[in-house]
């Protein structure tokens, strides 16, 4: 199924903390794919500090995410992200 990039933002921002699966191009030019999950707010592997981000992530195109594989906090383009897969469902993203 073909989406927007704008609903592909609103289906991974609303999965309410479920594995998804993003494939995306990288600053570098590179496709990623990254399996991970929004709403991780503690992890032993990426402990939290208190401060935050010192920017917000959405004013620049950009999504943070928890990578299960590499147990960090990733960010996403959502303006590269090429398919996205989510609740079983698996979306061409135009």
């Known amino acids: 199924m073909k989406i927007s990039r704008a609903k592909a933002t609103s289906l991974i921002k ?12 990288k600053k570098n030019g590179e496709q990623r794919k990254l399996n991970g999950r929004m709403g991780v707010y503690k992890s032993k592997h990426a402990p939290l ?14 999504i943070n995410i928890f990578d299960a594989q590499a147990k960090a906090y990733r960010m996403v383009n959502t303006e590269t992200i090429s398919e996205l897969k989510v609740s079983g469902e698996t979306y061409q993203v135009e």
Do not use: D, N, Q
């Open 49 to 62: 500090t208190g401060e935050g981000l010192k920017y917000e992530p959405s004013a620049y195109g950009l």
């Open 14 to 25: 609303g999965s309410a903390g479920k594995m998804l699966s993003v494939t995306f191009t």
